[in-house]
């Protein structure tokens, strides 16, 4: 009775969510692959399973990464990303991030390497030929993930790639390229003074090569970033809650001053590239000139974007036999440039708050429902820019069923 019961909880979830990977092309996703055990998971924003033993680990599942909150395929009458065509031509639009991975663990040191393929829009291509061909935009993202001492030390290291090539017969050809990496590094130190210490690393540049059949060939990047976020985690009980001062420095920077995004990932220039080609077809053919992005502002700039965060917060853990509650307010500065192309301009301060919290509900045994939120204006869950103009929310649900051992 209680497998059905289990069984009928985890089809009623799927059925009516809007399914996502397992496992997404972020770090934040993958630093838990090689300690997470058995489970199938259906949430909102992922479905998926990781299975295996004491040495051997595998999983498989889909995952939204670009907030597109829709069906994974999602069948679409009107015109793909910088068409030529006309309006209400029927294909489908496959959105979602497939990922799957495989890991050795061991307690000395354990290894795991990961793969996600994040589908983006329709376009049109060309390929030297006269009639175009629909063919979807695609980040690939293949992921190291390695524990050692004990699982105390542990690594992600995701690198998302999208690359598109395009050849106008008689005109010329070119290929635009976003290359990025948000990776994760943790230390967890084993005393209470100084529980654990977080590293994010994340740099990215987007450009495009176009080389006419006559004259010359054009090289330009349109954006460019570097960011780092360092966390630390300090420990203290007060009776049976568990307190955990945290001290957070987030940095955020444009690359070179012609651009203006402080965050530049594959991921968010995926709709951009697939439109660079289409819609500047017209333009290519009739001058055989360089396609333009509409990422970044492509002028040059007095003074590059940037943005910092000094945070401090407090996470609070308490648990009873069924629910397991975490609550993390953090508030500190912000500090905002937001670039002139005309002139410097000076940076502006405000107050950067957040507040975010995860509910583990078990009514039954391994059977989890669970519920992470976050609300404010320097959300520490996103692998865009660590600082907003107004207010964010973030949020997922959905049940997780541990399974056994293999």
Known sequence: ?????????????????????????????????????????????????????????????????????????KPTNGTPTGSTVAANDFFYNFVPTISMGLGYTSSLISVGVGYNATIGPVWNRYNGKTESKKVEAVVHTPVLVLNALDNAFRMAIPIQVVNLTEKFDGYGKGSVTAVSFDAQFRYYTGIEALTQVRLYLKYGTYGMNFTPDQGDKVKEKFAESFGFDLRFYFGSMVEEVALQPIVRLAYNGALGKQHNKTAVTALSALDDSAGVWGTAYNNTVNSATAPLSSYSTGTA??????????????????????????????????????????????????????????????????????????????????????????????????????????
Do not use: C
């Open 301 to 406: 700039w007095e003074q590059s974007a940037w943005d910092l965060l000094l945070m401090t917060g407090l996470g609070l853990t308490a648990n009873s036999d069924i629910v397991s509650l975490y609550l993390e307010p953090q508030l500190g500065l912000k500090v905002v440039q937001s670039g002139s192309a005309l002139e410097k301009i000076k940076e502006a301060y405000g107050l950067g708050y957040n507040v975010y919290a995860e509910i583990y509900i078990t009514p039954i045994k391994n059977l989890e429902w669970y519920f992470e939120a976050e609300i404010g204006n320097a959300l520490k869950n996103t692998s865009a820019s660590t600082v907003s103009d107004g207010f964010q929310f973030n949020g997922t649900t959905g049940v997780t069923w541990y399974l056994p051992q293999l």
């Open 1 to 73: 009775m209680k497998k059905i019961f289990l069984t009928v909880i985890a089809l009623l979830t799927v059925a009516s969510m809007q399914v996502f990977g397992m496992y997404g092309a972020t770090s934040r996703d993958w630093i838990t692959f090689l300690t997470d055990g058995n489970r199938f998971e259906a949430k909102l924003d992922q479905l998926g399973f990781t299975l295996g033993n004491d040495t051997i680990k595998g999983t498989f599942g889909f995952h939204e990464d670009r907030g597109m909150w829709g069906a994974m395929l």
